[in-house]
């Protein structure tokens, strides 16, 4: 099994950034699918989730509004667009999956992406 980030960077206050995870799970519409990140010094946190389906998604109160989460069945992607990027959003982002219908204990994670923003 291979979760795949891609589409971290380095951007200012402001800017925006868009993640995406190429997942290897099959069958992928089984998988809960979701974003975690985890700053310096501090532990891993609960960024967004998106069922099955696509047909509910959660956010952390932290990100809520500015960034959105969305999968492609027919792909084997989930995304991550972040808007209005803070500097406390600074940290490295990882996606997530579980065999469940939403994403509560995740049972795969990859490797990480690094996102900086400067203010």
């Known amino acids: 099994v291979q979760l795949v980030e891609s589409g971290g960077g380095l951007v200012q206050a402001g800017e925006s950034l868009r993640l995406s995870c190429a997942a290897s799970?099959?069958?992928?519409?089984?998988?809960?699918m979701g974003w975690y990140r985890q700053a310096p010094g501090k532990e891993r946190e609960f960024v967004a989730r998106?069922?099955?389906?696509?047909?509910?998604?959660y956010y952390a109160d932290s990100v809520k509004g500015r960034f959105t989460i969305s999968r492609d069945n027919t792909k084997n992607t989930v995304s991550l667009q972040m808007n209005s990027l803070k500097p406390e959003d600074t940290a490295v982002y990882y996606c997530?999956?579980?065999?469940?219908?939403?994403?509560?204990?995740?049972?795969?994670w990859g490797q990480g992406t690094q996102v900086t923003v400067s203010s």
């Open positions: 998106i069922t099955r389906s696509g047909g509910a998604i």
């Open positions: 799970l099959q069958p992928f519409g089984n998988y809960a």
């Open positions: 997530a999956a579980a065999e469940a219908f939403i994403l509560t204990n995740p049972e795969y």
